[in-house]
């Protein structure tokens, strides 16, 4: 159905007017549908790979029509992947046709519902301008269905694979909640034939939360020393030392540390200009361990990173830089010829070399030697080797945040660092089908949908493959699990009233924000640095905080 046939079938036929979109779990939906027909049909619920394959077998001469053989590729090993192209392509239609219509657009979530109600139906009656006439405090039970009865990991991870890749910009913005957790879970448990093999202390045993280890000192006392506003002090000692793991969403994160580093400053500091930060991908602050240790312990500097599933990392890594910006093609050869498997990210986090601690790396790890010798490790010294690396990268940094658990680790960290809500909106520096930031060669690159093909996965789940980032496996897992740790520290209810928060503001900044954007990049791939520049932090990171910090004011003054 092409989004003029969808515009028909809704019965909308002028521009503007308001739009609601709800959108629910992908796997809930078609295990619902699958529930629903069974019922109408008279027939037990009891064989739903049964029905998946009957569904498959229904649209197999349709796949044969519709797609190449490149996208079949895709569809092999993806459960009722006609229900849940379905799925992705009705809202395609209806993101396209809201915003071909010029329509006010109102985007929920069925889960919100259950997590934060009161938030979720605030939202919907603001944007109906119906504020003060509805109770949202009423108490409602909603039935709960468990998709994973339904679903092997193998399964959910290609369901996800398929689903970004099908997926438009907003609807791949909209539905990232479900795709990170899809495409994690497959490692969640181990995965691969070497996960599972190595314990760590971190593994076998209960983790601690992060903790802000400050308490005997200002809580903002690492924003002391005030940078040059909107740029980042590339040689400061303390402040915010974020290290940016390259396609580990470092750029959007980087923009929420300069989006702090404003606030607080402003409030904060005499000049009222921002906070130091120092968030460079390759520039070099080296520091004696013990000096560190002091100016952690005292609260004159935060050192945190953000870190992601190394497959889908590696896999991001090759189409971002060799795909989209070198112009390779995208065959299973060059792709499996890019997937660089060495534990890149433990290698990246693990700054301690001699006794001294590399705050930004002064070249990539593939380039400085080694120095941490966690790339050169065999495997039989994986189990007495690896534990180390990652028992040191967890007492070093002060909090480490999860790409598949973005405004989870977002929300944490606000609470931890005792920040406003206001202070970690964001929005995302790239996605696929959007440009780069134009830095590469001066010119604007598309960014291409990532896709793992049939022979990629089989290299994927490899020996080889798993074998060079058992380290970053273990170290994500570690990470995760300090994660859980950390919300049930700071308490369950207060943590998920945050996220609830959190969640209603980041629907209010894509409704308010996402016309008012100006990326480096045009939409039509035209490079505008001067213009982004009075909206981006820097390059893009960032960009937005104008419209970010009038949300921050509104809500600040009573609107809620």
């Known amino acids: 159905m092409t989004v003029s046939d969808f515009t028909r079938e809704c019965h909308i036929f002028q521009e503007g007017g308001r739009a609601i979109v709800v959108m629910r779990d992908p796997l809930e939906s078609v295990v619902s549908r699958y529930l629903y027909e069974m019922k109408m049909l008279g027939r037990p619920a009891d064989d739903f790979g049964g029905w998946c394959r009957e569904t498959a077998e229904r649209h197999k001469e349709a796949d044969k029509y519709f797609f190449d053989e490149q996208m079949r590729g895709m569809l092999e090993g993806t ?105 994690h879970t497959q490692h ?115 050192l945190w990173a953000w870190i992601r599933d190394p497959e889908t990392r590696v896999v991001s890594n090759a189409f971002f830089s060799h795909v989209s910006r070198r112009g390779m093609k995208p065959t299973d050869s060059n792709i499996i010829g890019m997937l660089r498997a060495n534990n890149y990210q433990l290698d990246f986090l693990n700054l301690d070399v001699n006794g001294r601690v590399i705050v930004e790396t002064a070249q990539p790890p593939w380039k400085r030697g080694n120095k941490n010798k966690a790339l050169r490790l065999s495997e039989d010294q994986f189990e007495t080797e690896l534990p180390k690396y990652i028992d040191q990268v967890l007492e070093t940094y002060d909090f480490i945040g999860l790409v598949e658990r973005m405004d989870e680790s977002l929300v944490a960290l606000r609470l931890l660092m005792g920040l406003e809500a206001t202070d970690i909106l964001y929005v995302n520096a790239k996605s696929a089908g959007g440009y780069d930031d134009g830095s590469f060669k001066k010119k604007c690159y598309k960014i291409k949908k990532s896709f793992i093909s049939p022979a990629v996965r089989e290299f994927l789940d490899s020996h080889q493959l798993q074998t060079g980032i058992v380290g970053d496996r273990m170290l994500h897992e570690a990470v995760s699990r300090k994660l859980d740790a950390t919300i049930e520290e700071l308490g369950v209810d207060r943590f998920q009233a945050a996220l609830g928060e959190h969640k209603f503001l980041m629907n209010k900044a894509k409704e308010e924000c996402a016309h008012k954007i100006i990326f480096p990049c045009s939409e039509k791939g035209v490079r505008q640095k001067e213009e982004s520049a009075l909206n981006c932090y820097r390059a893009d990171a960032g960009c937005g905080y104008p419209c970010l910090n009038d949300i921050a004011k509104e809500y600040s003054s009573g609107w809620n």
Not at 141 to 166: H, V
Not at 190 to 200: A, D, L, N, P, Q
Request: some cysteine.
């Open 188 to 302: 969640n448990t181990g995965g691969g034939e070497t996960g599972g093999v190595v314990k760590s202390d971190s593994q076998s045993t209960k983790l601690q939360g992060w903790k802000y280890r400050h308490e005997n000192f200002p809580r903002n006392g690492w924003c002391q020393e005030p940078a040059e506003e909107y740029t980042i002090n590339e040689k400061k000692e303390k402040g915010l030392l974020f290290v940016r793991v390259p396609k580990a969403a470092s750029s959007t994160i980087l923009g929420v540390a300069l989006h702090i580093a404003h606030h607080v400053g402003e409030k904060n500091l005499p000049s009222k200009r921002a906070c130091s930060v120092s968030g460079n991908h390759w520039s070099s602050i080296v520091l004696e361990r013990p000096y560190l240790n002091s100016i952690q312990t005292n609260g004159q500097s935060f």
């Open 79 to 183: 459960p009722c992947h006609a229900e849940f192209f379905k799925w992705v392509q009705w809202y395609n239609n209806a993101f396209e046709m809201a915003k071909e219509l010029k329509m006010d657009l109102h985007v929920m979530h069925h889960d919100d519902y259950k997590s934060a109600f009161k938030e979720t139906v605030a939202g919907l009656v603001d944007f109906l301008g119906r504020r003060g006439e509805v109770n949202t405090n009423a108490n409602i039970n909603f039935a709960t269905l468990d998709p994973n009865l339904f679903y092997t990991d193998t399964e959910k991870s290609r369901i996800g694979q398929f689903i970004e890749y099908m997926a438009l910009e907003r609807t791949r913005i909209e539905t990232m909640r479900y795709i990170e957790s899809l495409t």
